[in-house]
């Protein structure tokens, strides 16, 4: 996990951006197991009847939300100003 969130690697040398980093970074590592947890039970309920068992490649989805997760958030901003 360690070397998956680069947890050693900051923005900035102050003790408040270390801290900002590092809950940053444990958050979207838990908002990725949280969308991998539900995408997990889709895969299982597709790849029933196949051989093998298939999951979510952690590493991967993690890697992308690292992309996506400012749009993530500012997309729901949108919609809450827009109501």
Known sequence: MKSRLEIESFSGKSSLTINLDF?????LCKLTAILIYG????VKRVC???????KVNFTQALNRMKNSIV????RQQKLSKNT
Request: hydrophobic share 40%; glycine share 0%.
């Open 48 to 54: 029933k009847k196949r051989k093998r068992k298939y």
């Open 71 to 74: 749009l993530l958030l500012c």
């Open 23 to 27: 809950y940053a970074k444990i958050f």
């Open 39 to 42: 995408a997990n039970h889709a």
